[in-house]
Each structure stands twice: as structure tokens, then as C-alpha cells.
């Protein structure tokens, strides 16, 4: 008897099967393959042998499968398709052997988000370099972006319908007062924090806005005496009683200790995204390192 040998099967003859099926003649079939009507024909002979099945009718018009034919033929596609699709992820993994992701961001996210992400991104694909641009302001991250100096930003959202983009924290704003200014256990109130001389940094117009806006609602406005360019020149400051600030508490980060944080009177944060140009072609690289990111961030 007989013994069937799966081994035996050759992808070839799928491949032919396929086509003849497809195409309903062995020289169309052929020709789709680009190979002779003999090496085609040859090939569904010999799975048929193979088989002890006939599995296609032959005749003056051409070729159709028989009733086996017709049963095996679903299986013969998806093996061929199982195959493309390890074909498809081998490619994939070769481009992720090499290559660069290009990042901007501002300083912030540079130094508490992305060393995390880095690191385990280095861990699986260490072929693949990652450059990061610092910038200032968050419209020049996106500026970036329109000039294709980097394929992934951060930037405040609600952004433009140019890019792609998705939440990736919220970021409250909170009250840094010098040490020992109010009882812990005493709430900030919104007459208390504008009676401090303010500090900002006149390089975050987009914030010190928003700011002023949301105390603004509440009958206040903030009095700024200092206008200086760096965040740790504003802490200093402060931990040194010569004002008050509102700043981002990820901006702000690492807060010396003898300052005192709080929550404003009424709860105000930012929403940070990640954003790429909406319809543009990105390696493979770019998507890895998202896909990365999103987990680092999210078991947090």
C-alpha cells in the first residue's frame, strides 16, 4: 500500500495548481508563472502521482479542477498564502537589522520619557541608531516634522489634520512656592498665589498664555517680576524665596525638595502626544519604536 510522505510535496507544484485552477489552461498557467506549458504540466503530474488523485479534467477547452480538485485547492491557497506571510516577516525583520529613527522632542520628554524607551528599544533591535533633536518650543517640533528632519515628534495636542497623532500622558500644572510659604495642610488659594512675585520663562510664551488665561477665568491675574530662559534658573529662584512659579510638573522635574508643590485652586494640565505626518511612508523602524514606546509607557 501506498504510503503517503507530506515531505514529498513540493511548493512548486502548489503554485502550479493554483495557477491552472486559476487561469482554467495550462499555458495561461504556465505563462503566469513564467515557465513552459511542459515544466507546468509536468509539475500537476507529479502531484498527482504523488496524490493517487486526479485533479484536474482535461480536455480541447482547457482544464477544471475535479471534485478533488476542488477540495484541496482552498488548502493549496492558504498554504501559499502562510507562506508569503513568513516570507513578508522575514523582510520585515531584515529591514529592523538596520536603519535609523529620528526623534524631536523638547527637553522634557528627553529626559523623562524617552531614556526608558531608548533602552529597551536598543535591547531588542541594536543595529538600529536613534537620534534625537531637542528643541525650545513645541511648534518646532512640528516644524520639524513638516521638513522631515525626524519622523516622530511629541507635541501638545489638539495638533493640525497634518499629522497623526495620539495621547500619550496628561501633565498637570502645578504651583512651585518657596519653602515654608503656606501650612501643608492650608489650600492654595488663587488671592494667596497672586500675591507672589512671578517667574516664567519668556521662552514658553505658548504656556505662560495658557496660564494666564486659566487664572484670568477666576477673577485673577498673575504679577510677573522675573522673566528668565531656563527652567533650573527659575527653581533656583524659587527655592531661594525670591518668587513663585506655574509650571508643567514634567518640565519641572526633579523638584528640589525644599520647594513646595501644589495643585492650582482649580486643576490645569497638558496633553502630550506623539505625532508623525499623517499619510507619509515611514520604515518599518519608526513603527517598532512606536509600538515600544507605547508599551514602556502604558506599564507604567
Same mark, same amino acid.
Given at each position: 500500500m501506498h504510503k503517503f510522505n507530506e515531505c514529498k510535496l513540493k511548493i512548486s507544484q502548489l503554485r502550479a495548481l493554483v495557477a491552472v485552477a486559476d487561469r482554467g489552461n495550462f499555458s495561461s +498557467? %504556465?505563462?503566469?508563472?513564467g515557465l513552459s506549458q511542459s515544466t507546468v504540466s509536468h509539475a500537476i503530474a507529479s502531484l498527482e502521482?504523488?496524490?493517487?488523485?486526479?485533479?484536474?479534467?482535461? #480536455?480541447? *477547452? +482547457?482544464?477544471? &479542477?475535479?471534485?478533488? +480538485? !476542488?477540495? $484541496? =485547492?482552498?488548502?493549496a491557497r492558504q498554504v501559499l498564502h502562510l507562506l508569503e506571510a513568513i516570507?513578508?516577516? %522575514?523582510?520585515?525583520e531584515k529591514k529592523l537589522q538596520s536603519g535609523q529613527v529620528r526623534i524631536v522632542c523638547v527637553r522634557s520628554i528627553a529626559t523623562h520619557v524617552l531614556p526608558q524607551?531608548?533602552?529597551?528599544?536598543?535591547?531588542k533591535f541594536p543595529m538600529i541608531s536613534v537620534v534625537i533633536a531637542e528643541c525650545h518650543r513645541y511648534a518646532e517640533v512640528e516644524q520639524a516634522l513638516r521638513e522631515n528632519r525626524a519622523e516622530v515628534g511629541f507635541t501638545l495636542l489638539p495638533t493640525t489634520t497634518e499629522f !497623526? %497623532?495620539?495621547e500619550l500622558l496628561r501633565d498637570e500644572f502645578v504651583a512651585l512656592l518657596p519653602p515654608s510659604s503656606i501650612p501643608l495642610d492650608v489650600p492654595l488659594s488663587w488671592e494667596? @498665589?497672586?500675591? /507672589?512675585?512671578?517667574? $516664567?520663562?519668556?521662552?514658553?510664551? *505658548? *504656556?505662560?498664555?495658557?496660564? /494666564? !488665561? *486659566?487664572? @484670568?477665568?477666576? #477673577?485673577?491675574? @498673575?504679577?510677573?517680576? /522675573?522673566?528668565?530662559?531656563?527652567?533650573?534658573? =527659575? @527653581? +533656583?529662584?524659587v527655592k531661594q524665596g525670591l518668587g513663585a512659579t506655574v509650571m508643567a510638573r514634567l518640565a519641572a522635574e526633579p523638584i528640589p525638595k525644599e520647594i513646595q508643590v501644589r495643585s492650582l485652586p482649580v486643576p490645569l494640565e497638558r496633553v502630550i502626544g506623539v505625532a508623525? &505626518?499623517?499619510?507619509?511612508? &515611514?520604515?518599518?523602524?519608526?513603527?517598532?519604536? &512606536?509600538?515600544?514606546?507605547e508599551d514602556v509607557w502604558h506599564s507604567q
Open positions: +498557467g %504556465a505563462l503566469d508563472l502521482e504523488e496524490l493517487r488523485v486526479v485533479l484536474f479534467f482535461r #480536455g480541447r *477547452h +482547457g482544464a477544471t &479542477l475535479t471534485p478533488f +480538485g !476542488e477540495q $484541496v =485547492i482552498q488548502e516570507r513578508e516577516k %522575514a523582510n520585515q524607551v531608548i533602552a529597551r528599544f536598543h535591547d !497623526e %497623532a495620539w494667596q @498665589l497672586a500675591n /507672589y512675585p512671578m517667574i $516664567v520663562n519668556q521662552r514658553s510664551p *505658548h *504656556h505662560n498664555t495658557t496660564i /494666564y !488665561e *486659566h487664572v @484670568l477665568q477666576f #477673577g485673577h491675574t @498673575l504679577k510677573i517680576d /522675573y522673566e528668565v530662559r531656563e527652567d533650573s534658573t =527659575i @527653581l +533656583g529662584m508623525i &505626518l499623517a499619510d507619509a511612508l &515611514l520604515p518599518q523602524a519608526i513603527f517598532a519604536f &512606536l509600538s515600544i514606546l
